[in-house]
Structure formats: structure tokens, C-alpha cells
């Protein structure tokens, strides 16, 4: 069975002997390459955020590509991979949000959208002509019909699921474990009836996204990075906006002293031990 590409990576229309697709493959690989994309259903709304690395130290970050957009009223879009390739994808979730409006006159519902733009990433795995596209997307959005808000991811293979708590990029792994640690599912929470009265707020989703993005980041070997968050919440009458910096601010500050006060127990516990 091939192991390697060995002739099967020069079309994403090419199956492998063993059922790969090496395009696709290597589609996901550029987006664990990427800075760390993430976010969280909390109990009022959804927290986005993504670690925005500066590959310049003459770059001004504000000039550099934004990973997080608004495509809608009621939806935003985070994003890791390749940028330029994550925009056509923004394009086309604000395409098909604005064209869902103007037929059925009313908000398009987060898991339709979510569905619209995994069959339009699908599409480009099929034609030997085209690419996958190497980036990974976080879909926030609020349905005003149902009252119900939803985190989605899709996929450089055009697979999408709903999640609780989603993460891609580069600390997709660890950044899944420590979430999982948080209220997050209403499976989980102490609930009676396992509603969202359990779960986290926005608020603390902020401290605590940051906090990952920032347990992630090796200082020594990664680059610079700028944290990029934005909310959709009963807090901004369920409309996508930007994290204020402001708050942003006061979560950096939190989560690097939660970070260093972890760390010093720990090295307190070795002593003890030794």
C-alpha cells in the first residue's frame, strides 16, 4: 500500500491503493501549521478567538490579514490556515448569508449555513483542476427564528460538525483537552434538567480562551502573536462584534498571572518530592 504520495498527490480527484486522498491531506497539514483558531457555546452566546502570528517585526499588526470576520448580523467566521484562502471562504459565507435573506426573508440558521459552506470547500476535493482549500473555519451564529446559538466547524475535506467547544491550528490537540475541562457541555454541568444554567458565560469563555492560547505559545520558538477575539452574546443583542480591547487586556493579564502561578506550584511540587 502507498505510505506516500508516490504519484497519487497530483490530483485531488486520485484515490491512493489504500483510499487517501494526499491533497487533502496535505490541505489539513498547512492548517496545523497555522496559529491556534478557537471557540467556545458558553451559556449567553459564543467566544471566538485566534492567535494571529506576526511573521515581520516591522509588520504593523492592525495592516495584518484579520482571522476573524462578520458575515452576517447573527454570524461570524474565524479562521486558520492559509488567510487568502480562509477570505474566499468568508466571501462565500457572506454570499450565501445575504442570498438566504433576500429569498426566504429571514436570517440564515447557523447549521444551513454551516452545511452551504462545506458543500462549497467539498466541491473543491472533487476536480482535478482545482485545490482543497488549506484552511479550516469556526462558524458563530444565532438564529432569531429558534432563539438557539451555535458554534460549527468545517473542514479543508468539507466535513462539518457542531461543537461545543472547537479548536484547529496548530495546538488542536492540547487546546481540545484543556477544554474539556471547562462547563462547556450541559451533559456535564450540574443542571437538573442538563440546561445551559451550568455553563460558562462569555465572560469567563474570554479569560479562559486566552488563557489556552497563551499556555500554548512557546515564547522561545514561536512567533509574536496577536490574540484576535470576537463574541456574539445576549450582551451585543446577539450581533457579531469584536472582543473590546479593553477586555481583552484584562484577560491577557489574567491568564498569564493564572499561568505563572501554576507554574510556580508546580516547581514547589517537585521540590517537595525531591
Known sequence: ?????????????????????????????????????????CRDGIVLAVEKPLQNKMLVAKTTGRRIHTVDEHAGV????????????????????????????????????????????????????LRPFGAS???????????????????????????FGAAAGRGRQPARTEMEKLAINPKNTTAADGGDEGLITVAEGVKQLAKIIYT??????????????SWLSEGTGWKHAGVPKAVIAEATEWAKKEIEEAEEESEDDDEMEE
Not at 11 to 33: C, H, L, M, W
Not at 86 to 92: D, L
Not at 96 to 111: F, H
Open 216 to 229: 500554548l505559545h512557546d515564547g522561545e520558538k514561536d512567533k509574536p502573536f496577536e490574540l484576535e477575539m
Open 1 to 41: 500500500m502507498a505510505s506516500s504520495g508516490s504519484g497519487y498527490d497530483l490530483s485531488s480527484s486520485t484515490f491512493s491503493p489504500d483510499g487517501r486522498i494526499f491533497q487533502i491531506e496535505y490541505a489539513a497539514k498547512a492548517v496545523e501549521n497555522a496559529g491556534t483558531a478557537l471557540g467556545l457555546r
Open 137 to 163: 473555519t469556526l462558524v458563530a451564529a444565532y438564529d432569531p427564528a429558534t432563539k438557539r446559538h451555535s458554534l460549527h466547524m468545517v473542514e479543508p475535506s468539507g466535513v462539518s460538525y457542531e461543537y
Open 78 to 129: 474565524a479562521m486558520t490556515g492559509f488567510v487568502s484562502d480562509g477570505r474566499q471562504i468568508v466571501n462565500r459565507a457572506r454570499e450565501e448569508a445575504s442570498s438566504y435573506d433576500e429569498t426566504y426573508g429571514t436570517k440564515i440558521p447557523p447549521q444551513t449555513l454551516a452545511q452551504r459552506l462545506s458543500t462549497y470547500v467539498h466541491y473543491f476535493t472533487l476536480h482535478g483542476a
